[in-house]
C-alpha cells in the first residue's frame, strides 16, 4: 500500500499527529501524557503519513538537535512498507536541512540490531518513561531505514 507523507506543522496540524501518538504511546505502551508531549514537540519537524483514503496513519518527529522520535503506526498499518517510506522522507528532510546526523533514544534491547546497522551508542544509559534507553547516533548519509519500528 503506498503512502503518502507530509511535513506539517504542530502549531496547525497536531491534531492527527496527537491522536496517533495517544493511540500508540500513551494506549498501547503506557507512556505517560505528560513525557509524550513535550516542549520539544512546538520546535521540531513533525511528519504525517497518510493512507490511500487520506486518513493520518503514521507520525514521526525530528528534534532541532537532531532526535528522530516519536515514531507511531497505527496497528492496522504496521509493515515494513511505512516504516520504510517514512524514514526515508524523514532522512531527505534532515538532509535537505543541513543535519549530518540523527539519534535515537533506543530501548536497550533493540541496540545492537541498530549497532548493525551503522548506529553507534553515544552517552550514557538513561531511563526515560520507565524504560532503560541508549543514545545512538548515526551519519544522516548512511542510516539504514530498515531496523526501525515504533520509535519513541
Not at 533506543?106 to 548493525?116: G, H
Request: charged residues 25%; proline residues 7%.
Amino acid at each position: 500500500m503506498p503512502y503518502r507523507i507530509h511535513q506539517v506543522d504542530w502549531g496547525s496540524q497536531d491534531s492527527p499527529i496527537r491522536q496517533i501518538r495517544e493511540r500508540v504511546f500513551v494506549f498501547e505502551l503506557n507512556i505517560p501524557k505528560s513525557v509524550e508531549f513535550d516542549e520539544r514537540d512546538n520546535n521540531a519537524l513533525h511528519f504525517v503519513a497518510y493512507d490511500e483514503n487520506g486518513t493520518p496513519v503514521a507520525t514521526a518527529r525530528l528534534c532541532q538537535d537532531g532526535l528522530l522520535g516519536r515514531l507511531a503506526v497505527l496497528p492496522d498499518h504496521r509493515n515494513p512498507s511505512i516504516y520504510t517510506e517514512i524514514l526515508k522522507y524523514v532522512l531527505i528532510n534532515a538532509s535537505n536541512c543541513g543535519f549530518k546526523s540523527i539519534c535515537i533514544n533506543c530501548v536497550l534491547d533493540e541496540v545492537e540490531r541498530f549497532k548493525q546497522k551503522g548506529f553507534s551508542p553515544c552517552g550514557c544509559v538513561f531511563m526515560e518513561a520507565g524504560i532503560p534507553r541508549q543514545r545512538l547516533e548515526c551519519p544522516v548519509s548512511r542510516c539504514d531505514s530498515s531496523p526501525f519500528t515504533m520509535v519513541h
